[in-house]
């Protein structure tokens, strides 16, 4: 459905687009001078991570309770929204690692495990609790996974 984005991307929009009871939704807004920015090299890496990171403190700073965790938030709030937005910028990140292959989106409880895993573990690597080999690793997983359904 997405062809201009890889595995990863693909699979984070359609997810996005599908709220927990399966009614189909619209993606978040896209703000105004929004980028995803090239990852050619382990240096554009370390890069996007530093972009992760501010946004993820301006988020904290900005929804001190949904951060904390003392709060559940709801599907397409504007926490989840920028949240999905800081997420968006690994898409480049896995295709750089990965190549960009295009895959049919296909949901299964074993896909959902890896692409779940792997978000946690994103949010793990912008707060400095695992290191970018670590989420390699976890993202290996699910690209391995993926590449299941070419």
Not at 21 to 43: A, E, F, K, M, Q
Not at 101 to 108: A, E, F, L, P, S
Not at 127 to 142: G, M, P, Q, Y
């Amino acid at each position: 459905m997405f062809s201009m984005y890889g595995i990863f991307g693909n699979y984070l929009l359609n997810t996005e687009m599908r709220s927990i009871s399966g009614i189909v939704r619209g993606l978040p807004p896209i703000p105004h001078g929004y980028t995803l920015w090239n990852v050619n090299s382990d240096r554009d890496v370390n890069n996007v991570l530093n972009m992760m990171k501010i946004r993820n403190s301006e988020i904290d700073m900005k929804y001190p309770e949904e951060s904390s965790g003392k709060v559940v938030t709801l599907e397409g709030s504007s926490y989840d929204d920028e949240c999905f937005l800081v997420i968006l910028w690994f898409t480049n990140i896995f295709d750089y690692w990965f190549g960009k292959k295009q895959v049919k989106y296909i949901t299964n409880p074993s896909m959902d495990a890896c692409f779940d895993d792997l978000l946690m573990n994103i949010w793990n690597w912008i707060r400095n609790e695992i290191s970018t080999k670590a989420l390699r690793n976890v993202a290996k997983d699910f690209y391995n996974e993926a590449i299941k359904y070419v």
